[in-house]
C-alpha cells in the first residue's frame, strides 16, 4: 500500500474577527486523487494556501509533513521547488502573453540572463502534448478559450516537476466537454504517479474520479471516506458537508405565472470589436410574472452575450430590436436606465463585474441604488447599515460584520452579496448569469429558495446555467440557443437532457420556429 505523500497536523488558521481553520488534519496517499469537499466559508481554499506557503509558515499553527519531511514554506516558491503546485479558481495566466510565455514566467529557459527562446518552444510543444492541447506555443492567452486556459496553468504546474498538484475548482467555468477532458486528464496523471488534491462542489465529478474525500465543515475536519470501502454516494458527501439530509435538491414552487411582463423582439447584436461579426441573431423570448425562464446553450453561444446586451446595452455594437416591459416598449441604452425601469443583471463574473472586492459588504449591498438610503444626494449611514445587516442576515452571509472586506469572503459569500445588491434595487426583472457557479449544495440551495421568493411575489427571472440538471431543477419554460440564436423553447414538461442538447447543437439555418412565438 503506498504511503502518505502529505500530512497537515492540527492546523489553525486565524483572520481578523473569524477562525477560519481550527485544529484541522488531512492526510493524502501518494499517487492518489483526493478530494477536499464543504460549504463556501469551510475553510478549504485557506487549508491549500497554508499548505503551498500564500500563507508563509509563522502565520498559522500546526505542522506541514511532505515526503515525511516537515516543512515551513516562506512563500509559494519555496513549496513548488518540492513539487507542490496549486492553480487557483481564478487562473493567473497574463492574456496578452503567449502560451510558452505564460508557462514560464517566472521559470524562463535562460542562461546567462538570455531566455532561450528555441528551448522555450521545444518544452512548451512537450508539455502542451502532455495535456492534449494543439495550440502554437506563440498563441496569445487571450485568444484561447477559458477550457484551454486551464490546460495552459496545467502545463504550467508540469514545467515544475508537479508530485503534489492541487485545483481549486477547475471545472468552474468549464462547459461539460472540457470538464470531462480535464477530468480524465486527472486520471491519466494518476496513472503516472502524480497525486492530485481537487477542490470541487461538483458531486458528480468528485464520484468519478476520486480515491479519498475529506469533508470540512465550519474550519474543522468532519471525516475522510475511502470512495470504495466507504460505499460513498452523493447523499452521504452532502450530509456532510451541511450536517443534515437535503432530501431536495431543487425545492418546489406553486406560485401562480401571470401575464407577460417583459418581452425582447427581434434582437440583434454585432462583436463590439469586429463590427461584421454578428452575436446575437433575430433573438426573442418573453418572461411572464411570477416565471422562472431558463436559457441553455453550449459555452460560446451567446447566452451572456445577449443578456449583457439587454442590460444597458452593456455588450455589443449596432444593437437593433425591441424591448417591452409590461406591452410598452421601453429604452435600455445605458446601465442606469435598465436599473430604471426595474431590471437587473446578476454577472457570471462576480470578482470583475459583480463586486468592488477592496469594499466593504454594505457598500457593495447598497451601491446598486444609493437613492433608496439618500436624501439631496446624500447618503444616511445609518440607514445603510440597516439595509445591508438585514441583506446579510436574510441571505445568510458568513461573515463577522457588515464590515468585512468584500474580497475576503469566500465564492458562495461573495454570490450573495451580489444577488442581495440587485435585490437591494428592487428588480421586476432579474437576470442570473451562471448564479450558483462555484457553489456548495447548500448555498445553492439558499439561492434557489430565493429565486422561488422573488417568483412568489411577481417578479421576473431569467437563469442562465450550464448546468442542465438546474435549469430543468428551477425553470417553468427554458429557451435553448446555439450560434448565437434561439434554436428552441421548451416547456418544464417537455424538457429533458436529450431534448435541450439536441438544440445545443442546431445550425442558425434552423433555428427559428417555436422559439419565436410568444405565448
Same mark, same amino acid.
Given at each position: 500500500?503506498?504511503?502518505?505523500?502529505?500530512?497537515?497536523?492540527?492546523?489553525?488558521?486565524?483572520?481578523?474577527?473569524?477562525?477560519?481553520?481550527? *485544529?484541522?488534519?488531512?492526510?493524502?496517499?501518494?499517487?492518489?486523487?483526493?478530494?477536499?469537499?464543504?460549504?463556501?466559508?469551510?475553510?478549504?481554499?485557506?487549508?491549500?494556501?497554508?499548505?503551498?506557503?500564500?500563507?508563509?509558515?509563522?502565520?498559522?499553527?500546526?505542522?506541514?509533513?511532505?515526503?515525511?519531511?516537515?516543512?515551513?514554506?516562506?512563500?509559494?516558491?519555496?513549496?513548488?521547488?518540492?513539487?507542490?503546485?496549486?492553480?487557483? #479558481?481564478?487562473?493567473? !495566466?497574463?492574456?496578452?502573453?503567449?502560451?510558452?510565455?505564460?508557462?514560464?514566467?517566472?521559470?524562463?529557459?535562460?542562461?546567462?540572463?538570455?531566455?532561450?527562446?528555441?528551448?522555450?518552444?521545444?518544452?512548451?510543444?512537450?508539455?502542451?502534448?502532455?495535456?492534449?492541447?494543439?495550440?502554437?506555443?506563440?498563441?496569445?492567452?487571450?485568444?484561447?478559450?477559458?477550457?484551454? #486556459?486551464?490546460?495552459?496553468?496545467?502545463?504550467?504546474?508540469?514545467?515544475?516537476?508537479?508530485?503534489?498538484?492541487?485545483?481549486?475548482?477547475?471545472?468552474?467555468?468549464?462547459?461539460?466537454? *472540457?470538464?470531462?477532458?480535464?477530468?480524465?486528464?486527472?486520471?491519466?496523471?494518476?496513472?503516472?504517479?502524480?497525486?492530485?488534491?481537487?477542490?470541487?462542489?461538483?458531486?458528480?465529478?468528485?464520484?468519478?474520479?476520486?480515491?479519498?474525500?475529506?469533508?470540512?465543515?465550519?474550519?474543522?475536519?468532519?471525516?475522510?471516506?475511502?470512495?470504495?470501502?466507504?460505499?460513498?454516494?452523493?447523499?452521504?458527501?452532502?450530509?456532510?458537508?451541511?450536517?443534515?439530509? !437535503?432530501?431536495?435538491?431543487?425545492?418546489?414552487?406553486?406560485?401562480?405565472?401571470?401575464?407577460?411582463?417583459?418581452?425582447?423582439?427581434?434582437?440583434?447584436?454585432?462583436?463590439?470589436?469586429?463590427?461584421?461579426?454578428?452575436?446575437?441573431?433575430?433573438?426573442?423570448?418573453?418572461?411572464?410574472?411570477?416565471?422562472?425562464?431558463?436559457?441553455?446553450?453550449?459555452?460560446?453561444?451567446?447566452?451572456?452575450?445577449?443578456?449583457?446586451?439587454?442590460?444597458?446595452?452593456?455588450?455589443?455594437?449596432?444593437?437593433?430590436?425591441?424591448?417591452?416591459?409590461?406591452?410598452?416598449?421601453?429604452?435600455?441604452?445605458?446601465?442606469?436606465?435598465?436599473?430604471?425601469?426595474?431590471?437587473?443583471?446578476?454577472?457570471?463574473?462576480?470578482?470583475?463585474?459583480?463586486?468592488? !472586492?477592496?469594499?466593504?459588504?454594505?457598500?457593495?449591498?447598497? !451601491?446598486?441604488?444609493?437613492?433608496?438610503?439618500?436624501?439631496?444626494?446624500?447618503?444616511?449611514?445609518?440607514?445603510?447599515?440597516?439595509?445591508?445587516?438585514?441583506?446579510?442576515?436574510?441571505?445568510?452571509?458568513?461573515?463577522?460584520?457588515?464590515?468585512?472586506?468584500?474580497?475576503?469572503?469566500?465564492?458562495?459569500?461573495?454570490?450573495?452579496?451580489?444577488?442581495?445588491?440587485?435585490?437591494?434595487?428592487?428588480? *421586476?426583472?432579474?437576470?442570473?448569469?451562471?448564479?450558483?457557479?462555484?457553489?456548495?449544495?447548500?448555498?445553492?440551495?439558499?439561492?434557489?429558495?430565493?429565486?422561488?421568493?422573488?417568483?412568489?411575489?411577481?417578479?421576473?427571472?431569467?437563469?442562465?446555467?450550464?448546468?442542465?440538471?438546474?435549469?430543468?431543477?428551477?425553470? *417553468?419554460?427554458?429557451?435553448?440557443?446555439?450560434?448565437?440564436?434561439?434554436?428552441?423553447?421548451?416547456?418544464?414538461?417537455?424538457?429533458?437532457?436529450?431534448?435541450?442538447?439536441?438544440?445545443?447543437?442546431?445550425?442558425?439555418?434552423?433555428?427559428?420556429?417555436?422559439?419565436?412565438?410568444?405565448?
Amino acid at each position: 500500500m503506498p504511503g502518505n505523500i502529505l500530512e497537515m497536523r492540527s492546523i489553525t488558521k486565524t483572520f481578523p474577527g473569524v477562525k477560519a481553520l481550527s *485544529d484541522v488534519n488531512l492526510q493524502v496517499k501518494e499517487g492518489e486523487i483526493h478530494a477536499l469537499m464543504g460549504e463556501n466559508g469551510a475553510g478549504k481554499s485557506t487549508l491549500m494556501k497554508v499548505l503551498s506557503g500564500v500563507y508563509p509558515h509563522g502565520t498559522y499553527e500546526g505542522d506541514i509533513l511532505f515526503k515525511g519531511q516537515v516543512c515551513a514554506f516562506r512563500d509559494i516558491k519555496q513549496s513548488e521547488e518540492l513539487g507542490i503546485v496549486i492553480i487557483h #479558481q481564478e487562473l493567473a !495566466l497574463i492574456p496578452y502573453l503567449s502560451i510558452a510565455e505564460n508557462i514560464f514566467l517566472g521559470n524562463e529557459q535562460a542562461k546567462h540572463g538570455i531566455v532561450n527562446w528555441h528551448e522555450t518552444s521545444v518544452r512548451t510543444k512537450e508539455l502542451l502534448k502532455k495535456v492534449g492541447l494543439d495550440e502554437s506555443p506563440q498563441t496569445l492567452v487571450t485568444d484561447i478559450g477559458v477550457g484551454k #486556459q486551464q490546460l495552459v496553468e496545467i502545463a504550467k504546474a508540469l514545467s515544475k516537476k508537479v508530485q503534489l498538484l492541487i485545483l481549486d475548482e477547475p471545472t468552474a467555468a468549464l462547459n461539460e466537454e *472540457d470538464s470531462g477532458n480535464l477530468l480524465n486528464l486527472l486520471l491519466e496523471f494518476k496513472k503516472q504517479g502524480i497525486t492530485s488534491i481537487m477542490i470541487s462542489h461538483k458531486l458528480n465529478e468528485i464520484s468519478r474520479v476520486a480515491d479519498s474525500i475529506t469533508i470540512i465543515r465550519d474550519g474543522q475536519t468532519i471525516e475522510t471516506l475511502d470512495v470504495k470501502l466507504d460505499q460513498v454516494n452523493e447523499d452521504r458527501i452532502i450530509k456532510g458537508m451541511v450536517g443534515r439530509d !437535503l432530501t431536495q435538491r431543487y425545492p418546489s414552487r406553486s406560485s401562480p405565472i401571470g401575464s407577460v411582463m417583459f418581452e425582447v423582439k427581434d434582437w440583434n447584436v454585432y462583436h463590439p470589436l469586429h463590427p461584421d461579426r454578428k452575436v446575437i441573431d433575430q433573438a426573442h423570448f418573453h418572461i411572464k410574472k411570477g416565471e422562472v425562464v431558463g436559457i441553455a446553450g453550449l459555452m460560446g453561444s451567446g447566452r451572456t452575450e445577449l443578456a449583457m446586451s439587454i442590460f444597458g446595452r452593456s455588450y455589443g455594437k449596432k444593437i437593433t430590436g425591441q424591448v417591452l416591459k409590461d406591452g410598452r416598449e421601453i429604452r435600455l441604452n445605458s446601465i442606469p436606465e435598465a436599473i430604471k425601469h426595474g431590471i437587473s443583471y446578476v454577472t457570471e463574473d462576480r470578482k470583475h463585474y459583480g463586486l468592488i !472586492l477592496i469594499d466593504d459588504i454594505k457598500r457593495n449591498i447598497t !451601491l446598486s441604488n444609493l437613492g433608496r438610503i439618500s436624501r439631496h444626494t446624500v447618503v444616511n449611514d445609518n440607514e445603510e447599515i440597516v439595509q445591508a445587516e438585514s441583506f446579510r442576515q436574510k441571505m445568510n452571509i458568513k461573515s463577522p460584520s457588515i464590515l468585512q472586506k468584500t474580497g475576503n469572503l469566500s465564492g458562495g459569500n461573495q454570490q450573495k452579496v451580489v444577488l442581495s445588491k440587485w435585490m437591494f434595487a428592487e428588480p *421586476d426583472i432579474l437576470i442570473l448569469d451562471e448564479p450558483t457557479r462555484g457553489i456548495d449544495v447548500g448555498a445553492k440551495y439558499e439561492i434557489y429558495t430565493i429565486i422561488n421568493d422573488l417568483a412568489a411575489l411577481g417578479k421576473g427571472v431569467l437563469i442562465i446555467s450550464s448546468e442542465l440538471p438546474e435549469i430543468l431543477g428551477m425553470c *417553468d419554460r427554458i429557451y435553448i440557443m446555439s450560434e448565437g440564436a434561439i434554436t428552441g423553447e421548451l416547456t418544464r414538461d417537455e424538457a429533458s437532457q436529450e431534448a435541450i442538447a439536441k438544440l445545443m447543437t442546431k445550425t442558425r439555418g434552423n433555428s427559428r420556429g417555436h422559439a419565436d412565438q410568444a405565448v
